[in-house]
């Protein structure tokens, strides 16, 4: 992946007009110029990041279109029972979050950040 082509920008180009590589990163990007990059919702027309796939694969669609079996890989719900709550506990700072705030226990860190 290539770099801005603004002079003196460093940052990764992600922008282009649709159908051309990205040559524009976020900061110097044009009106009419989209995210090139980064991976979309396999649904037809659907342009929402995806956040739900199957565990230890891509991500493939957004919360919309998630089908059965998907589970969220971005965002990890608590491991407590059937708790639908976001996880933000750890046991210890930098490890993976894998309780909710209201199931944390004692001496957990919130690894939010």
Do not use: W
């Not at 971005?74 to 750890?90: N, T, V």
């Not at 993976?96 to 226990?105: L, N």
């Amino acid at each position: 992946m290539g770099k801005c082509v603004v002079n003196g920008c460093r940052n990764k180009a992600l922008y282009a007009k649709l159908g051309h590589k990205a040559k524009l990163c976020y900061n110097c990007t044009e009106p009419r110029y989209i995210d090139v990059v980064t991976r979309r919702c396999y649904a037809e027309n659907c342009d929402k990041l995806p956040t739900f796939g199957q565990l230890g694969e891509a991500k493939k669609r957004c919360p919309k279109h998630k089908i059965d079996g998907d589970d969220n890989i971005i965002y990890k719900q608590c491991e407590f029972g059937d708790c639908q709550e976001l996880s933000c506990f750890s046991g210890y700072r930098g490890h993976f979050k894998t309780r909710c705030s209201k199931h944390g226990e004692k001496g957990d860190v919130n690894v939010s950040g």
